[in-house]
């Protein structure tokens, strides 16, 4: 079975750092990735995904993942942190189940961004 | 493009009660829609994935019982929580994706946080 591993439960930053949440994915094939972000009280809303082709992956509202395959890694990035970034994101890949395919979270990152 | 609607947004009811919620793809056909289960600070765990027409599957550990889910049409899902008790008490959300393929995304409503008194 496919799994993720969010780093970190809880990642603090000032606005205008850098944000790196981190993800590294076990799979024993070409994995569909995505990051979805969640607001207090609120359903996931999609980022970004990689499926195929560049493996740098340009999202909405600023963010950027990278696709390592050596690393099994897919790392969130976004140059200039905003106080409207703060939210939990969560990373998750595409499994095969009896029913076709579903995706699976990792546990999440909270995302705190500070004045 | 891509808005899935849920409803109720918060129910409260009492023990022994049923309720059911929603889930409508708006503005696509939903070949497929998904359940989860999130508890307060953690990740969502899948429940079940309904393709239209057919039976639910549910995921291990998951009471078929007392989560009846129907997806009747391509735009609509229901799940109904059966004699709920507190312990049920939860978040629970939906999401629909409009393909088959493992690289579509799914799509989420905005959650329906159900209390048990």
Same mark, same amino acid.
């Given at each position: 079975?496919?799994?993720?591993?969010?780093?970190?439960?809880?990642?603090?930053?000032?606005?205008?750092?850098?944000?790196? @949440?981190?993800?590294?994915?076990? #799979?024993?094939?070409?994995?569909?990735?995505?990051?979805? +972000?969640?607001? /207090?009280?609120?359903?996931?809303?999609?980022?970004?995904?990689? !499926? $195929?082709?560049?493996?740098?992956?340009?999202?909405?509202?600023?963010?950027?993942?990278?696709?390592?395959?050596?690393? =099994?890694?897919?790392? @969130? !990035?976004? /140059?200039?942190?905003?106080?409207?970034? %703060?939210?939990?994101?969560?990373?998750? +890949?595409?499994?095969?189940?009896?029913?076709?395919?579903?995706?699976?979270?990792?546990?999440?990152?909270? *995302?705190?961004?500070?004045? | 493009?891509?808005? +899935?609607?849920?409803? /109720?947004?918060?129910?409260?009811?009492? &023990?022994?009660?049923?309720?059911?919620?929603?889930?409508?793809? @708006?503005?696509?056909?939903? =070949? $497929?829609?998904?359940?989860?289960?999130?508890?307060?600070?953690?990740? @969502?765990?899948?429940?079940? $994935? &309904?393709?239209?027409? &057919?039976? %639910?599957?549910?995921?291990?550990?998951?009471?078929?019982?007392?989560? *009846?889910?129907?997806?009747? #049409?391509?735009? *609509?899902?229901? *799940?109904?929580?059966?004699?709920?008790? /507190?312990?049920?008490?939860?978040?629970?959300?939906?999401?629909?994706?409009?393909?088959?393929?493992?690289?579509?995304?799914?799509?989420?409503?905005?959650? =329906?946080?159900?209390?048990?008194?």
């Amino acid at each position: 079975a496919q799994s993720v591993t969010q780093l970190g439960s809880h990642v603090s930053v000032s606005e205008g750092a850098l944000v790196l @949440l981190r993800c590294n994915y076990s #799979s024993s094939v070409p994995p569909y990735l995505f990051w979805y +972000v969640q607001y /207090p009280n609120q359903g996931l809303q999609l980022l970004l995904k990689y !499926t $195929t082709g560049a493996t740098l992956v340009k999202g909405i509202n600023g963010f950027e993942a990278e696709f390592k395959k050596s690393e =099994t890694s897919f790392h @969130l !990035t976004k /140059p200039s942190a905003h106080m409207s970034d %703060a939210a939990e994101y969560f990373c998750a +890949v595409s499994e095969r189940n009896q029913a076709g395919t579903a995706l699976i979270f990792g546990k999440g990152t909270t *995302l705190s961004v500070s004045s | 493009g891509a808005v +899935v609607s849920q409803h /109720p947004s918060w129910v409260i009811c009492k &023990s022994g009660t049923s309720v059911k919620i929603e889930c409508r793809s @708006l503005d696509f056909q939903a =070949t $497929t829609m998904f359940w989860y289960r999130q508890f307060p600070k953690q990740s @969502l765990m899948l429940m079940a $994935t &309904s393709n239209e027409g &057919s039976k %639910a599957t549910y995921e291990q550990g998951v009471e078929k019982d007392k989560f *009846l889910i129907n997806h009747a #049409s391509l735009t *609509l899902s229901t *799940l109904t929580v059966t004699s709920a008790h /507190p312990e049920d008490s939860s978040f629970y959300i939906c999401s629909a994706r409009q393909g088959g393929g493992p690289n579509q995304p799914q799509h989420f409503g905005d959650g =329906t946080r159900l209390s048990i008194l």
